[in-house]
């Protein structure tokens, strides 16, 4: 029942970019047709779950060797890592989404949202099992995100939008009416 507990509070009420203002940069950069939006979000959870695995490894040795202040480096070179990874594999059989997610497939390197939750389950001393589902669990709140506020973007495009309001300012508006929506979970309780 805490897994359950945990997973619903990582997806919905402590949702990575709505709560936490974690991985805004992709949330905004990529929301603006749901397929690099899908890609997008399920490559973050790809790198988010397996560096939560290694970080997770890695992180007992840091503290078998009294090193511990070389986490968040060691940290970011496997992020940085996974997400090479990431890129090779996408180039290779999905050309489309690479050219779609562009410069931001590499910048999930510097996403925010990535190293936050690595560390998160470090500092909240989740067990192996904890940090995983928080892991998954993260990034899919991650992916229902970015897909929903693709999904809007693209009725925005379609709808007669004051000029004064067309592109960015909309987009914003449009994000923090989601991220008040996503409040409405925070008193969720099971």
């Known amino acids: 029942m805490?897994?359950?507990s945990l997973f619903i509070a990582s997806f919905l009420v402590n949702n990575i970019i709505f709560s936490?203002?974690?991985?805004?940069?992709?949330?905004?950069?990529?929301?603006?047709k749901i397929e690099t939006a899908a890609g997008m979000g399920i490559a973050v959870i790809f790198v988010i779950t397996l560096s939560a695995v290694i970080t997770f490894l890695v992180q007992i040795l840091l503290d078998y060797f009294e090193i511990g202040?070389?986490?968040?480096?060691?940290?970011?070179l496997i992020i940085a890592a996974l997400v090479q990874f990431v890129e090779m594999f996408l180039k290779k059989s999905s050309p489309g989404?690479?050219?779609?997610?562009?410069?931001?497939?590499?910048l999930i390197t510097t996403n925010c949202a990535v190293l936050g939750?690595?560390?998160l389950n470090i500092t909240k001393?989740?067990?192996f099992i904890e940090a995983i589902v928080n892991s998954v669990a993260t990034s899919g709140g991650f992916l229902l995100a970015i897909v929903l506020f693709a999904g809007v973007r693209e009725k925005i495009d379609s709808a007669d939008v004051p000029e004064a309001l067309k592109g960015s300012p909309i987009a914003l508006v449009a994000a923090g009416l989601m991220s008040i929506?996503?409040?409405g979970f925070s008193g969720l309780q099971i």
């Open 181 to 183: 929506a996503f409040l």
């Open 117 to 119: 939750v690595v560390i």
């Open 20 to 32: 936490q203002f974690l991985g805004v940069c992709p949330f905004l950069g990529v929301s603006k």
């Open 2 to 4: 805490e897994l359950v």
């Open 69 to 76: 202040y070389l986490q968040t480096i060691a940290f970011i």
């Open 97 to 106: 989404l690479y050219q779609a997610l562009g410069v931001y497939l590499p």
């Open 125 to 127: 001393e989740y067990d």
